[in-house]
């Protein structure tokens, strides 16, 4: 791996403060019908013809799940201090409910204990997405009550299998992407175009958070383990003072659609007015937010970039479509692009003082919850060259996405903000849902050929940044003119 590209910089992080990279299940394992795992509504989803960029399916992707001691070992390479994985539902209870897969908990047991081998802490999410295909034909999926309550027993199964040395359990990743993309704009599985359906999905992901909650505090044993959710709190920005409520609006129906039972115990007013027209939300039971609201630990935010809002020109109340946009009420309302912006190659704009102001923010609101950036990063196209003699991908435009994301993370910390980490998205290049495998978010380059693993520049940073625990500077003039793109 080169390393005389970085230099150490000079905003350093606690010493407490956790530093690590990400992947989801069914984004990097494959071996999608080996050791017993049943199918997943992604398997569903990506051979379903038209669904996927390419057709790409997750039947190999990044083949982790036949490669775990050399990422392990790359992992470790990199001084990380945890590692955030999924695990895949289906790989452990096939159908969802019932029966429990021995091969599959021991595949993750084995990989927890990998990580701790080389003092790498697990950071786990329960559900990244990849929902049992026999309940989505049982209960129609996160439209069904049902399935929260057999997430509970998912959580419990797996709290008491793996409770003992899992340090952080997160129990859903992005149940906005897992409702409204997968029920309401029908962008990702299982394909749903209705705006109750993603609703009730999310009320019923709301609920089975709180189980889950409460499954995972009956099962782990491990004394200093902590149980959170990770959630993509929208970063919000009218772009106009009389865009105030189109930002109002795309806040209640995106982030307070999840932060509101699942930190407040509330749904707020608002939300149900701005969605009168699909639904009354007679899904939500009596006592159920009091079981979505559970104690925290700590709260998993993603951040991509900041959604800059404004009022859709000539909308007429009472014209919004059923279904079909990415989420209810949502015809209100315009995403701007800011010209301005440099752009990754997924084209999402690049503005880490968005991450700062957010963290501030968000620490403000909650006070009393430490939040953890569980996934930043950007993709980029790739390019795998050699220098000195090394493979390696000299990706200076996602190393320079890091730098600057990183030390927008430094002055949050600095105005106060109660940031207790900082996680990379991705290790590995990997299946970007609808997208395929064009996009890379890797610091770790993959071939989908050969599957062999590159450790691209950004993967220096990283380890500059665990060794150091300091943001390093990118110390471009060590490239050599004929190296640097
Ligand atoms: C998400 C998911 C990841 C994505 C990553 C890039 O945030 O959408 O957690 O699975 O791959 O964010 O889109």
Redesign the pocket.
């Known amino acids: 791996m080169l390393d005389h590209f970085i230099e150490t910089g000079t905003l350093s992080f606690p010493p407490s403060f956790v530093l690590g990279a990400s992947t989801?299940a069914y984004?990097i394992e494959g071996g999608a019908r080996e050791g017993g795992r049943g199918a997943s509504i992604w398997d569903t989803f990506s051979h379903t013809p038209g669904k996927t960029e390419g057709g790409a399916t997750g039947d190999v992707a990044a083949d982790h799940y036949h490669h775990v001691e050399e990422d392990l070992e790359l992992m470790a390479s990199l001084g990380l201090d945890a590692y955030r994985f999924s695990i895949s539902w289906p790989r452990v209870m096939p159908t969802g409910e019932d029966e429990v897969n021995p091969e599959g908990l021991a595949f993750y047991s084995n990989l927890i204990d990998g990580l701790l081998q080389r003092g790498i802490q697990p950071v786990v999410t329960l559900n990244?997405?990849d929902l049992p295909q026999a309940l989505e034909d049982k209960y129609g999926g996160w439209r069904g009550r049902e399935t929260a309550f057999a997430f509970e027993k998912y959580a419990e199964v797996v709290g008491a299998a793996l409770g003992d040395r899992v340090a952080i359990w997160s129990t859903h990743?992005?149940p906005w992407?897992n409702s409204f993309s997968g029920y309401g704009s029908g962008a990702f599985a299982p394909g749903g175009t209705n705006h109750e359906d993603a609703l009730k999905a999310a009320h019923h992901l709301n609920l089975s958070h709180g189980l889950a909650v409460q499954a995972l505090r009956r099962t782990i044993s491990r004394a200093d383990a902590q149980v959170s959710v990770?959630l993509?709190i929208f970063r919000v920005e009218a772009e106009t003072p009389a865009d105030a409520d189109a930002a109002r609006r795309f806040d209640a129906v995106a982030n307070r659609v999840f932060t509101g039972p699942m930190l407040r115990g509330v749904y707020d007013q608002d939300l149900f007015e701005d969605t009168k027209l699909f639904t009354d939300w007679g899904f939500v039971l009596p006592g159920d937010l009091e079981i979505a609201h559970q104690p925290l630990d700590l709260i998993g935010v993603?951040y991509?970039e900041v959604m800059h809002i404004r009022q859709a020109p000539g909308f007429v109340p009472g014209t919004e479509e059923l279904g079909g946009s990415a989420f209810p009420g949502s015809e209100q309302v315009e995403f701007v692009r800011r010209g301005e912006l440099e752009r990754t190659g997924?084209d999402w704009g690049i503005e880490p003082r968005g991450l700062e102001d957010h963290l501030v923010a968000l620490s403000e609101e909650y006070p009393h919850l430490p939040i953890m950036v569980m996934?930043n990063?950007a993709?980029f196209p790739d390019e795998v060259t050699e220098v000195d003699g090394v493979r390696t991908v000299i990706d200076l435009d996602r190393t320079a996405y890091l730098v600057s994301h990183a030390a927008a993370v430094h002055r949050a910390l600095a105005r106060g903000a109660n940031v207790v980490g900082y996680i990379v998205?991705?290790l590995l290049d990997?299946f970007?849902?609808a997208a395929g495998y064009g996009?890379r978010?890797g610091i770790i380059h993959v071939d989908y050929d050969t599957l062999e693993r590159t450790p691209k520049v950004s993967a220096s940073w990283v380890r500059e940044l665990c060794d150091s625990r300091a943001v390093p500077e990118l110390a471009v003039g060590a490239l050599a003119p004929t190296q640097q793109q």
Do not use: T, V
Request: hydrophobic fraction near 35%.
């Open positions: 989801a984004q990244h997405w990743n992005e992407n990770a993509n993603n991509y997924m996934e990063g993709a998205w991705s990997n970007e849902w996009p978010f």
